[in-house]
């Protein structure tokens, strides 16, 4: 579980320039933020790491090759792209 300053933090680095990533990490931070584990946590950082382009094209399915140890949190994001 993440502190309140882990949090804001994570909020923070989740923003972005496009839209449709900052929808979804809005929406999943929403639902789950505060309950990430530190895996789910490390996972997260390593996928926004990623330029914006290319982490939409993962999200969105069109491109299995993310980082390394991420497939969990690319199907979370997946998931919550499809479940408004």
Do not use: Y
């Amino acid at each position: 579980m993440l502190t309140d300053l882990q949090l804001s933090k994570l909020r923070w680095r989740c923003r972005r320039g496009f839209l449709e990533n900052d929808l979804i990490l809005t929406r999943l931070l929403e639902r789950r933020g505060a309950n990430f584990s530190a895996t789910e946590h490390d996972q997260l950082l390593s996928l926004i790491a990623l330029d914006d382009n290319d982490l939409w094209e993962i999200i969105a399915g069109r491109n299995d090759a993310f980082p390394a140890g991420t497939d969990n949190m690319v199907a979370t994001l997946r998931e919550t792209r499809v479940t408004h």
